[in-house]
């Protein structure tokens, strides 16, 4: 945006506040909402922004408590297989280390990573949650949760690549 029109969009700024305060303006509410327009316009906030905040403060929201899930994640071996297919995140000697270790490796890597690298991860495990387990008769078959997302984020992958 240019210059002069920020500066004449704090003077309509400056002319609405006038006629709030000498009473021209008798619905505060839609004042508020003009006003916000208004700055947002000045100042606009992506939603690019928002989500790549947001997508790191979700993720380490919800990952930890799912990662401690033993029935989701029974061994060790799971919660590596799943930080290093999702997130390319490797665990050094993980067979050496406590499940606390690993999860909290695991969740300092995300915090480190640059958030538009998740979006992809984000985006497919939203996905996978939205699936109607009451749709799937698994009752006879024992699946292996870290398995059945792998196989979801890779087929969710190769189809995005497709359209892309």
């Keep these: 945006m240019k210059e002069s029109t920020k500066k004449l969009l704090y003077t309509i700024l400056d002319i609405l506040e006038i006629l709030r305060r000498d009473e021209y303006l008798n619905n505060l509410d839609e004042y ?4 916000k327009e208004i700055i947002h316009l000045i100042h606009p906030i992506t939603d690019e922004k928002v989500n790549e905040k947001n997508v790191i403060e979700n993720l380490i929201g919800i990952l930890p408590s799912t990662l401690i899930d033993k029935d989701k994640f029974p061994s060790n071996k799971d919660l590596v297989k799943f930080a290093e297919f999702s997130f390319n995140i490797k665990v050094p000697s993980w067979e050496k280390k406590k ?24 985006e497919g495990w939203n ?4 699936i109607d387990e009451s749709k799937a008769d698994t009752s006879n078959l024992k699946i292996n949760y870290v398995d059945m997302w792998l196989s979801f984020f890779e087929k969710y992958n190769n189809l995005n690549y497709a359209k892309e």
């Design 32 to 35: 508020t909402i003009v006003k």
């Design 99 to 122: 499940r606390e270790e690993i999860i909290g490796r695991i969740v300092y890597a995300i915090a480190e990573t640059n958030p538009k690298e998740l979006l992809k991860f984000t």
């Design 127 to 130: 996905e996978f949650n939205k």
